[in-house]
């Protein structure tokens, strides 16, 4: 596997959502400087979503304002409707993400209607976008199992891949939101989608509750999917999706892609300084097992 892989981080947004502590924009402009500077290029910094549902997002204009000094960087936001749309555009978002769902009760749960109606609120979105020369990423939750309806199968999520991806997406974004999924039904469901949306147009986003996102990865890579969603420290949840836990660490990622020969341009000890900085402000060790690993080594060098 010699050819690139493509990190999307997620820590600002998705690794922030969920945290009882919530990180002030000063922080987070702080945290997506840092994240830069270790080489991830493309970073999903923030929210515009109802403040009442996630509080953690608020000032998300400013995040994405604080941060058009980094040149050369590509930032991306959630937009679930077009009152989010006319924000983001306000603060230069570039990039924007509508978010879907494979399963009706975590539709619901998530964006308070189903997931025929979720389509019907993007199309003016991404209209709107297109024609304002801003390109629009797709996502969809629980592909791999949902907290409200259980299994999940490949076609359904096909089904609502093919629609994001007519609507005009560009990349459909896979979510395990709840980490259930296993190397097995994460290959079927990249075949089974790929008969929607070209394989080189797809991400996986997994989260690691069950401990499984590296081995999932590994198994859609052998499929041929190359963009991986990742948050640095494995911060992450959705606060909608009873049990969920973080997205798969960056620092574990690059860790296995770099040990494949697959080259991230990312610098591990400044990615592990951006970890450790952010890990402090919200008061808890990181998820990450590389994380703790080489601050453990790190230790041990100073004698600690
Ligand atoms: P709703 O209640 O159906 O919307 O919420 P509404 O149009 O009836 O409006 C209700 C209130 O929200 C109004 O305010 C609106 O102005 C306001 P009020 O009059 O009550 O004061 N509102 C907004 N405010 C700010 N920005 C907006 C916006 N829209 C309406 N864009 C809505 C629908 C989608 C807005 C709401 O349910 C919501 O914000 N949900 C948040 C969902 C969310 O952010 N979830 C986490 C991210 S998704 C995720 O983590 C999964 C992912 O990582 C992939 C994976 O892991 O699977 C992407
Ligand atoms: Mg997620």
């Not at 592909?143 to 309806?149: A, I």
């Not at 606060?239 to 009873?242: G, H, I, L, R, V």
């Not at 697959?262 to 990312?266: F, N």
């Given at each position: 596997m010699s050819e690139t892989v493509r990190i999307i981080e997620m820590g600002p947004r998705d690794g922030l959502q969920n945290e009882k502590t919530p990180v002030d924009v000063a922080d987070r402009i702080a945290f997506v400087e840092q994240l830069f500077d270790a080489g991830l290029h493309t970073i999903e910094v923030g929210a515009f979503v109802s403040a009442k549902a996630i509080?953690?997002?608020?000032?998300s204009d400013q995040v994405l304002r604080g941060v058009s000094?980094?040149?050369?960087g590509e930032f991306h936001v959630l937009v679930p409707n077009e009152k989010g749309y006319d924000a983001a555009r306000a603060a230069g978002a570039r990039v924007i993400s509508v978010f879907a769902a494979a399963s009706e009760g975590f539709s619901r749960a998530n964006i308070n209607c189903g997931i025929a109606e979720s389509i019907e609120r993007f199309k003016p979105v991404v209209a709107r976008a297109t024609a304002d020369g801003v390109r629009v990423r797709g996502y969809i939750s629980c592909?791999?199992?949902?907290?409200?309806?259980g299994e999940i199968k490949p076609q359904a999520v096909a089904d609502v891949a093919k629609q994001l991806w007519e609507l005009g997406c560009y990349e459909i974004s896979l979510g395990d939101t709840i980490g259930v999924g296993t190397p097995l039904k994460a290959r079927q469901l990249l075949r089974a989608v790929a008969g929607s949306?070209?394989?080189?147009?797809l991400a996986m986003h997994f989260h690691d509750t069950y401990g499984q996102a590296l081995a999932n990865l590994y198994a859609g890579m052998e499929e041929g999917a190359r963009v991986i969603d990742a948050a640095a420290g494995g911060l992450g949840g959705c606060?909608?999706?009873?049990g969920a836990t973080g997205n798969v660490a960056t620092e574990d990622v690059v860790y296995m892609l770099e040990g494949l020969g697959?080259?991230?341009?990312?610098d591990m000890t400044k990615l592990l300084a951006a970890t450790n900085a952010i890990s402090s402000l919200i008061g808890r060790a990181p998820a990450s097992r590389v994380a703790a690993a080489l601050n453990a080594k790190n230790r041990r060098a100073r004698g600690g």
């Open positions: 509080p953690q997002m608020m000032g000094h980094l040149t050369g592909v791999l199992g949902c907290p409200f309806d949306v070209p394989m080189a147009h606060p909608f999706a009873p697959v080259a991230t341009g990312v």
